[in-house]
């Protein structure tokens, strides 16, 4: 066994703004902060979707999503995976999610020796395609004209509900997730660290669904920031958060929800460092590639939207990244170009010493690379979805295609105005500088760079 080690580990909807890298004004992240004295720290990171089936497929693959609309979500032989890639060259291989969009129907599982999720597979596929009797009930009740009236009353009124009596409150008190927490996902992580074959080198990958809404961290996590947020009210968020379109949320709703996502990023923070621990006491930390990022990042209304869904914004798609190299190669520095985390995959391949396949379209991100230069952009899609959890219904005629180089963003979307900013003195996308005078020289050169790309997307031949 002469190839390193590669562990790969994922924060869902863990948006770079909010860790500590980020100069963030909580301290969620102190162990990321300290790992990125051993690793090479990549802070203009993005992910390709800001949803997790778009993402997780082209991260898994190192393709673009809009190469692969007849089947946008999953992995098969014509996009190979990273872990089918490795497992071919004699790792062995393991998965761990709680993330449903991993699920084997979308051919995850191949390529996979230990495939561990924690969901119901078919209850998951079940409500993510939309067709459960709880979504035929209210779409037909919707074509009744009383249904808007009394769901706005509902919006209006839960919080009167929860007071009106003693079964709201044990109603209302009981918060539940839909997804394994991150204590769940470390004990199947040391167990496939304990029973692994030791003639093999060993890839492991993780999603922790802790920072997906709805959140729900251990309440010492809150108090750690000084919050004090009831149990009844963290039900009452997840369920308002859940509404579409989206409901008025106060300020110190907004405060509250943003700091019930830092206390679930806090709890995985300590859960990574819990495990990076423990590869030390088995002695397999300082020889391995470790990998650490997000699928995408999360909104909390800077430009309107809550959550992830159909935005290419900074804060949908900006992730942290962090890389340690075996042997703590290149430990401590930053590399400031442009990555995404379609370029993971083919630097897990480079650092094994595996030829991977011609599909991947990423770069190698280790640094002093010399055979090949890494983009100096990155680009992220979208395609439209009938709800926020379907799988079924992705429009690739309505679509948001952006391109982020080292200081600008070119945003594309169907039927709307493009979008471009000048990052560099507007880090927050406020000032829209399409079609403004005294921009039209940078206008047009990012309309080059993105060129190729929407003729993908159009499915009109072109090279990238």
Not at 43 to 69: C, E, K, N, R
Not at 332 to 359: K, M, N, Y
Request: aromatic share 12%.
């Amino acid at each position: 066994m002469n190839k390193p080690n590669v562990f790969f580990i994922l924060i869902d909807a863990g948006g770079w703004g909010h860790t500590s890298l980020s100069n963030y004004k909580r301290d969620t992240t102190p162990f990321l902060r300290e790992f990125a004295r051993d690793a090479v720290y990549y802070p203009t990171t993005f992910s390709h979707s800001p949803i997790s089936g778009l993402s997780i497929g082209s991260f898994m693959s190192s393709s673009w999503a809009f190469d692969h609309q007849t089947t946008p979500v999953g992995v098969n032989e014509g996009r190979p995976a990273i872990t089918k890639l490795l497992q071919r060259a004699g790792y062995h291989t393991a998965l761990i999610s709680a993330n449903p969009y991993y699920a084997s129907k979308f051919g995850y599982a191949d390529g996979v020796d230990d495939y561990r999720m924690l969901f119901n597979e078919e209850e998951e596929l079940h409500r993510m395609g939309q067709d459960n009797i709880f979504v035929r009930t209210f779409k037909a009740l919707a074509k009744f004209p009383g249904y808007t009236w009394a769901k706005e009353w509902l919006k209006r009124n839960m919080r009167s509900v929860y007071r009106a009596g003693l079964m709201g409150k044990t109603i209302l008190t009981t918060r539940s997730s839909p997804f394994g927490d991150a204590g769940q996902v470390n004990k199947e992580m040391f167990t496939v660290l304990n029973n692994r074959p030791h003639d093999k080198s060993l890839y492991l990958q993780v999603q922790y669904m802790d920072l997906h809404a709805p959140n729900f961290p251990p309440d010492e996590y809150l108090a750690k920031f000084g919050v004090d947020i009831s149990h009844a009210q963290q039900f009452l968020y997840g369920k308002k958060r859940a509404m579409r379109p989206i409901p008025d949320f106060s300020v110190q709703e907004r405060e509250d929800i943003v700091a019930l996502y830092d206390a679930c990023l806090a709890h995985i923070d300590q859960r990574i460092k819990e495990f990076c621990d423990e590869l030390k006491h088995q002695g397999l930390y300082d020889d391995a590639l470790i990998i650490v990022s997000a699928d995408h990042g999360e909104a909390f209304f800077e430009h309107g939207d809550l959550g992830h869904h159909a935005y290419l914004y900074e804060e949908n798609i900006r992730v942290p990244l962090l890389v340690k190299y075996p042997g703590s190669a290149h430990k401590g520095s930053v590399d400031e170009r442009v990555a995404s985390l379609i370029d993971v995959p083919a630097t897990v391949a480079a650092v094994a010493g595996i030829e991977h396949p011609q599909s991947f379209v990423g770069s190698n991100l280790a640094p002093n690379t010399t055979n090949e230069q890494l983009r100096d952009h990155a680009v992220s899609f979208v395609a439209q979805r009938f709800t926020p959890s379907d799988v079924k219904n992705l429009n690739f005629a309505d679509y948001t295609i952006a391109l982020r180089t080292k200081d600008a963003k070119l945003v594309v979307r169907t039927g709307a105005k493009d979008e471009l900013y000048d990052l560099a003195v507007d880090p927050n996308e406020q000032d829209n500088l399409a079609g403004a005078a005294g921009a039209s020289e940078l206008y047009v050169r990012m309309q080059d760079k993105l060129a190729p790309y929407l003729a993908r997307v159009r499915g009109t031949s072109s090279s990238i």
